[in-house]
Antibody
Framework: QVPLQESGPGLVKPSETLSLTCSVS?????????WGWIRQPPGKGLEWIGH???????YYNPSLKSRVTISVDTSKNQFSLKLSSVTAADTAVYYC???????????????WGQGTLVTVSS | SYELTQPPSVSVSPGQTARITCSGD??????AYWYQQKSGQAPVLVIY???KRPSGIPERFSGSSSGTMATLTISGAQVEDEGDYYC???????????FGGGTKLTVL
C-alpha cells in the first residue's frame, strides 16, 4: 500500500478555483503508475475526475475537462488538482489515488487517500 | 456518454450468496473492476480485471464477466460485508473511466 494524503482548503467560494494537493509517501511518483482524482458528492456515488501519468500524459472526464487541470511535482513527490469556476455542485469529498493499467486493460485505482471534503459556498 | 448500470440495492441474509450486477456496452472489450465502500471510508478495490482478487481480500469475493454484464459474487456474505459496491470500467476508447451508480448491500 502507498500512503496518500490530500490537503487543501475545505471551503471555496463560487466561481473561484478549487486547488488540492496529494502527497505520496514511501514511493517516488516519477518512477511509474498513474495518479488520479475521484470525487463523491455527499450521499451520492463516485465520479472519476481524471488522472496523469508520470510522463505527463493526462486523461480527464469529458464533463469536467474544460475546468480541470492535474499536474505532477516530482520534486515534492506530490500531484495536484485544480478545478476552476466552481459551483455548489462541486461540493464533494475529493480522493486522490494511485492508478495502474493502460489503454488496453483500462486504468484503475488500487490505493486511495482518505479523502477531503471541499464545500463550495459563499 | 458511457454508463455502467447497477441495481440500487441488494439484500441477503448472513451466509447467503450475494450477487451484484453491472451492465455496460463496452464490457465485452474492457475489464470490470469492483470497489467496496463502507460508511465514512475510502473505497477499497476488491476485484480487478474481471476476476482477480487483490491480496488481503477474502476468498468469498469473486468476479465474473460475460458479454455486456459483469458480476460481483460474495459467497457466504457476512455482516461486515455491508456497504456500497461500485463497478468501474472504461469506455471503448480506453481513455474515459466511469463508475457505476453503486449498489447498497444489506446483510441481515
Amino acid at each position: 500500500q502507498v500512503p496518500l494524503q490530500e490537503s487543501g482548503p475545505g471551503l471555496v467560494k463560487p466561481s473561484e478555483t478549487l486547488s488540492l494537493t496529494c502527497s505520496v509517501s514511501g514511493y517516488s511518483i516519477s518512477i511509474a503508475y498513474y495518479w488520479g482524482w475521484i470525487r463523491q458528492p455527499p450521499g451520492k456515488g463516485l465520479e472519476w475526475i481524471g488522472h496523469i501519468h508520470q510522463s505527463g500524459s493526462t486523461y480527464y472526464n469529458p464533463s469536467l475537462k474544460s475546468r480541470v487541470t492535474i499536474s505532477v511535482d516530482t520534486s515534492k513527490n506530490q500531484f495536484s488538482l485544480k478545478l476552476s469556476s466552481v459551483t455548489a455542485a462541486d461540493t464533494a469529498v475529493y480522493y486522490c489515488a494511485r492508478g495502474q493499467g493502460d489503454v488496453v486493460v483500462g486504468y484503475y485505482f488500487d490505493d486511495w487517500g482518505q479523502g477531503t471534503l471541499v464545500t463550495v459556498s459563499s | 456518454s458511457y454508463e455502467l448500470t447497477q441495481p440500487p440495492s441488494v439484500s441477503v441474509s448472513p451466509g447467503q450468496t450475494a450477487r451484484i450486477t453491472c451492465s455496460g456496452d463496452a464490457l465485452p472489450q474492457k475489464f470490470a473492476y469492483w470497489y467496496q465502500q463502507k460508511s465514512g471510508q475510502a473505497p477499497v478495490l476488491v476485484i480487478y480485471e474481471d476476476t482477480k482478487r487483490p491480496s488481503g481480500i477474502p476468498e468469498r469475493f469473486s468476479g465474473s464477466s460475460s458479454g455486456t454484464m459483469a458480476t460481483l459474487t460474495i459467497s457466504g456474505a457476512q455482516v461486515e460485508d455491508e456497504g456500497d459496491y461500485y463497478c468501474y470500467s472504461t469506455d471503448s476508447s480506453g481513455n474515459t473511466c466511469v463508475f457505476g451508480g453503486g449498489t447498497k448491500l444489506t446483510v441481515l
